[in-house]
């Protein structure tokens, strides 16, 4: 078990209409300084095949382009915990990120979550301080970009996360 620190900050702008969560970055992703940059995640693959773009390469600056270009922001659920490798299920201790303050400078339509483990932090942590402060933003939970989530075809993947583009085109 080791006890880690998320490590970078969220990437979102005024035009930001969607809020991706995850539960905490990989060791890959905290030594980038970037959301999911695992080389085998399927996450960028998955957004890509959205939006009939090419996978931007896996450069933090080209990413985060792509995702702003496309009204997403980018976030996770927990800003430090203790876990064993990358393991969700071992999380523990854990210390909630506050999301608040896009919500409430964004015009967030849609928080999705990435992940079982992101949906029930969020559900446990981040959704009682939301309710407290007003902003009734709907969460979707969504499956794992993971290779540990071999049940899932990169086409399944994109077909559970037509939802992103649904709610960017409303």
Not at 85 to 110: C, K, Q
Request: aromatic share 10%.
């Amino acid at each position: 078990m080791q006890h880690v620190t998320h490590g970078f900050g969220p990437v979102w702008d005024s035009r930001s209409r969607v809020l991706i969560l995850g539960s905490m970055p990989s060791f890959m992703s905290r030594k980038a300084g970037f959301y999911y940059m695992f080389p085998r995640n399927r996450f960028w693959p998955v957004l890509a095949a959205l939006f009939d773009s090419p996978t931007p390469e896996p450069d933090p600056d080209v990413r985060r382009r792509f995702a702003l270009e496309h009204h997403i922001a980018l976030w996770d659920v927990i800003q430090e915990c203790d876990i064993h490798g990358a393991s969700d299920a071992s999380i523990t201790n854990v210390v909630p990120t506050d999301i608040s303050s896009i919500l409430t400078a964004a015009p967030i339509r849609t928080v999705f979550t990435t992940g079982r483990k992101a949906g029930q932090l969020y559900t446990r942590y981040c959704q009682p301080a939301l309710d407290a402060i007003g902003p009734d933003i709907p969460m979707v939970n969504l499956p794992s970009t993971s290779p540990a989530n071999a049940a899932k075809s990169l086409d399944d993947l994109i077909a559970d996360y037509a939802p992103i583009r649904a709610v960017l085109e409303a």
